[in-house]
């Protein structure tokens, strides 16, 4: 694959994430969104680069069509021309300009370009006077301007298309090789006009072709992401984006489900509000809603549940999972369930919620721990159930293109909740618990919390400088991003 045609797919895939961002899925419902996200003057500006190859390779690909002509040309009388084999050689765009319209949507504006291309040319004179030679064409003071319509198509994907487009060609200048100076008459008087207005008419379609020439990488966009099996996370918009000034921004929704069934929790996303920053591309803003949308599918998956075995325990530790040890502590399981191994199962009741405060994400989770001995035909006899109350500190992070967390012990409570052996204390059974939750739910949890979910992103877009702040209610991601 050459050079030219590589940045030229990098582009074309840029425009399509940037124009997507701006057109994803607008929806009537009106509710406050999960994940917000800006496209700063940095991210547009970014896009107005890449998008300036597209544009440049499709006018490289203008056709101008063999043309001719007799005409009277002084002193000489009554000239035959012809010009052919005219192609494009360079076209160069030094100054554009990406404008946000408030409201109404994005222009973009190319001026100060250049087309240079060569062919060949044939004249007859005088009746048997035949010349002929090549040419090399410079055309100047080309500017473009065109308004970009996006909207949704029937599939409810993005769709772009060229609202309108305007082009005009300034000078032309010609150096023939071979031939008489007489040429440069013919050319100026007669050529020129006509050359420039063959390449006038091709530009606004081929403009319009680079946009149009996005929709089948548009068409790919798929706003359901999934997560596992369990799980997927849904990114429309719930309100048409706001183009404002030096932004664009969008409402998303921001929510998980739990894979083909779509049930709505018992709890909304609060209103919240981008910090007014631009020193990166792109910002997302994911609220606690959307996290604690999560618990809530995966709670009603039933998959919050851990079965811990002495197996899982470090074989450096002193508390080993059978009656021996707990029977230290709760002698009537040693004189009923004498030297058998034990079993723990860790359950949710509740769905955990997570809070974020400044620089700080809290989650707070009620479960149950219902201890089993594991009988010598591998039935389980119930022995205690716990009530386990946990809060643990949430440390979030962007690991390429998703939102990963790990999770460390705050504190835990325990009361007992039921007891198969007789009425205990469980202050003593504390320690042995905490070592529970640190060396095996914990990190289980840490396992399944590093593969992460998709962040709403369009294309194949790679997340650089990236910056992660807990908030008020939200978590702020600022980025830049890359194209390969």
């Known amino acids: ?23 994803l899925i607008p929806t009537t419902l009106s509710t406050n969104p999960g994940v917000k996200v800006r496209l700063t003057e940095k991210g547009i500006e970014y896009g107005r680069q890449l998008g300036m190859a597209v544009i440049q390779q499709k006018l490289r690909s203008i056709k101008i069509p063999d043309f001719s002509g007799t005409e009277e040309v ?33 222009t973009l504006s190319i001026g100060d370009a250049f087309i240079s291309l060569n062919g060949n040319w044939r004249v007859k004179y005088l009746r048997i006077i035949k010349d002929s030679g090549s040419f090399d064409l410079n055309v100047n003071g080309l500017s473009i301007a065109t308004t970009i319509s996006i909207k949704s198509d029937e599939t409810g994907r993005p769709a772009v298309s060229t609202a309108s487009c305007s082009a005009t060609v300034g000078s032309a200048k010609v150096k023939f090789h071979g031939g008489a100076s007489w040429l440069y008459n013919l050319f100026t008087t007669f050529i020129d ?16 072709d680079a946009v149009s020439d996005l929709n089948p990488q548009l068409k790919t966009l798929n706003v359901l ?20 000034k030096s932004s664009i921004d969008l409402s998303l929704k921001g929510e998980f489900y739990n894979i083909g069934k779509h049930q709505e929790p018992p709890f909304s996303p609060a209103a919240f509000n981008l910090p007014p ?26 998959v919050l549940s851990l079965s811990v075995t002495d197996d899982m325990i470090p074989k450096s530790s002193p508390i ?79 690991s390429e293109m998703k939102l990963a967390a790990a999770v460390t012990l705050n504190k835990m409570d325990l009361t007992l909740a039921k007891s198969y052996v007789g009425d205990f204390q469980v202050g003593p059974l504390e320690n042995v618990f905490q070592g529970v939750l640190k060396w095996v739910v914990i990190p289980t949890v840490n396992v399944q919390l590093a593969k992460g979910y998709p962040l709403p992103t369009i294309g194949k877009m790679k997340l650089v400088n990236t910056q992660l702040n807990v908030l008020k209610d939200y978590i702020l991601i600022g980025t830049d991003v890359q194209f390969s």
């Not at 591309?281 to 039933?302: D, H, K, P, Q, R």
């Open 277 to 302: 920053q631009n020193s990166n591309m792109l910002y997302i803003g994911m609220s606690a809603f959307t996290v604690n949308s999560a618990a809530f599918v995966y709670n009603n998956a039933g």
């Open 193 to 208: 006009k006509a050359l420039r207005n063959a390449l006038q008419k091709q530009i606004c379609p081929l403009v319009a």
């Open 74 to 106: 002084s002193p000489i009388g009554k000239v035959q021309y012809s010009l052919s084999n005219m192609h494009i050689v360079n076209v160069g765009l030094p100054k554009s300009s990406v404008d946000l319209v408030p409201g109404t949507g994005v």
């Open 320 to 398: 080993r999972l059978n009656t021996k040890t707990f029977g230290a502590f709760i002698p009537q399981i040693a004189k009923q369930f004498p030297g058998l191994m034990m079993k723990l199962l860790v359950k949710t009741v509740k769905i955990p919620t997570l809070t974020f405060e400044p620089n700080n994400a809290t989650v707070q989770a009620t479960t149950t721990v219902t201890a089993f001995a594991i009988q010598t035909n591998s039935t389980l006899s119930p022995l205690f159930v716990l009530n386990l109350e946990a809060s643990v500190s949430a440390r979030m992070f962007v």
């Open 225 to 244: 992401a999934k997560v596992d099996k369990y799980a997927e996370i849904e990114y429309s918009m719930v309100s048409s984006p706001t183009v404002l």
């Open 1 to 23: 694959m050459s050079s030219g045609r590589t940045v030229a797919s990098a582009a074309e895939m840029f425009l399509c994430c940037w124009l997507g961002l701006v057109a």
